[in-house]
């Protein structure tokens, strides 16, 4: 009988709003809200024994949101507009898309598109907003400091 009393109470706890990972989400728009900016949660992590205690973890980004440019919707990337890099910066990406298919991550900074160079967010836009469905598109892109080669196919 006790562990099905623990699992039960494990339940009530989550249902009466015990669950951290609000209030940890809360803290980070918060913090970025401070600056003037907005967040948005990358990672979230529980750890701890669920029938005593957890703890939340949140890793979120604060931007500004004048600064994001949209992809097309296939393509499914947010990219943020950013003056001193050379490049296009990954925000995020869209589970399901053809980016994220293509294995592009937040902080990516794409910067060959098929061939053509990649200075700014505006010229991956028009890149990707002229590539024909069907196609295959090489993209080279700077992650953690390493260059990574990957392919789209849309």
């Not at 003056?83 to 592009?104: E, F, H, N, Q, Y």
């Not at 991550?105 to 590539?131: C, H, P, Q, S």
Request: proline fraction near 5%.
């Amino acid at each position: 009988m006790r562990p099905v009393f623990a699992l039960a109470a494990a339940a009530l706890l989550a249902l009466a709003g015990c669950d951290p990972m609000p209030r940890a989400e809360k803290k980070a728009k918060e913090y970025c809200a401070k600056q003037g900016k907005e967040a948005m949660v990358i990672e979230r992590e529980h750890t701890g024994n669920p029938l005593i205690y957890q703890y939340a973890t949140v890793k979120a980004a604060c931007f500004d949101p004048s600064r994001v440019v949209h992809t097309a919707n296939a393509f499914g990337v947010e990219l943020l507009a950013e003056i001193d890099v050379k490049g296009a910066t990954v925000l995020r990406i869209t589970p399901g898309s053809i980016g994220d298919k293509a294995g592009i991550k937040y902080k990516d900074v794409i910067y060959e598109y098929d061939g053509r160079v990649i200075g700014t967010v505006d010229a991956l836009r028009a890149a990707v907003a002229d590539t024909p469905t069907g196609s295959r598109v090489s993209i080279k892109l700077h992650r953690d400091e390493k260059e990574v080669a990957i392919s789209a196919q849309f």
